[in-house]
């Protein structure tokens, strides 16, 4: 994965953006010399990892009870 600055990041975007749609490029993107992200190929999901995930956890029967309790805790504020 190759490094660059978040200057050369916004000067270069559309560049990288080639590089990593039409070359599988990576990039951490630097700011003040620390990493804040990673510019990587998006992966296509077939939902395949989902399905399998939902097949090993059954639903929990208490779920529903649960969210009903945390929804009864939350106050919405009005904004000004």
Do not use: C
Request: glycine share 6%.
């Amino acid at each position: 994965m190759t490094d660059i600055s978040a200057t050369d990041a916004a000067r270069r975007f559309s560049d990288l953006l080639d590089g990593v749609e039409h070359r599988r490029e990576e990039y951490t993107i630097l700011r003040h010399g620390k990493p804040v992200a990673h510019l990587t190929p998006a992966q296509a999901g077939r939902g395949f990892a989902a399905k399998e995930l939902l097949r090993r956890h059954r639903p929990d029967p208490d779920w529903r009870r649960e969210v009903e309790g945390i929804r009864a805790m939350v106050t919405i504020e009005e904004r000004a």
